[in-house]
Nanobody, 120 residues
Framework: QVQLVESGGGLVQPGGSLSLSCTASGSIFRVVAMGWYRQAPGKERELVAS???????DYADSVKGRFTISKSNGLNTVHLQMNSLKPDDTAVYYC??????????????WGQGAQVTVSS
């Protein structure tokens, strides 16, 4: 299996910044994409940003221009730099991994979640 370890999160005032990181380890054959999802109380989990092995990125419209996803160590580690944070960004943020555990075996793994709270 693949293990994802997240770091970051916390409490920040509106307009402030936070950074999240996620590192994957374990039985990885080929990673296809990693990303960040978030879930606020009473709402469905939604994609925030993703990045594929070639460096292509995708962002939710609500965070474009404010959040930046990046990768290091190939696609073993991803980062999410969050700037100009708003109260609506308050949620639990989950790291996501998608790829192949071995030849022909596709799977999807999640990190433990990190609480991000934006409040004055």
């Amino acid at each position: 299996q693949v293990q994802l370890v997240e770091s970051g999160g916390g409490l920040v005032q509106p307009g402030g910044s936070l950074s999240l990181s996620c590192t994957a380890s374990g039985s990885i054959f080929r990673v296809v994409a990693m990303g960040w999802y978030r879930q606020a109380p009473g709402k469905e989990r939604e994609l925030v940003a993703s990045i594929n092995a070639g460096g292509g990125t995708d962002y939710a419209d609500s965070v474009k221009g404010r959040f930046t996803i990046s990768k290091s160590n190939g696609l073993n580690t991803v980062h999410l730099q969050m700037n100009s944070l708003k109260p609506d960004d308050t949620a639990v943020y989950y790291c996501n991994w998608r790829g192949y555990i071995d030849v022909g075996h596709w799977d999807d793994y999640w990190g433990q979640g990190a609480q991000v709270t934006v409040s004055s």
